[in-house]
């Protein structure tokens, strides 16, 4: 069922072009802060479907050391 959520909402994704050196520039609006840049759009969409990107709204995940 947490698959299919994900995947339902990377559908609603939304792509546009920045002045940066990664001018492509994605968000998934469903998954609050799920974003990703890149140099190309496939670039970017690769990113922005990464697993640790797409769990971090959903399943808190540390940062560094976490002892």
Do not use: N
């Amino acid at each position: 069922m947490l698959l299919q959520y994900i995947q339902t909402a990377l559908e609603c994704a939304h792509y546009e072009i920045i002045k940066d050196e990664e001018p492509f520039y994605g968000e998934v609006p469903p998954l609050a802060g799920v974003w990703a840049t890149g140099k190309t759009l496939e670039e970017c969409r690769r990113k922005r479907a990464s697993p640790r990107r797409l769990a971090r709204p959903i399943i808190p995940i540390p940062r560094g050391d976490a002892r």
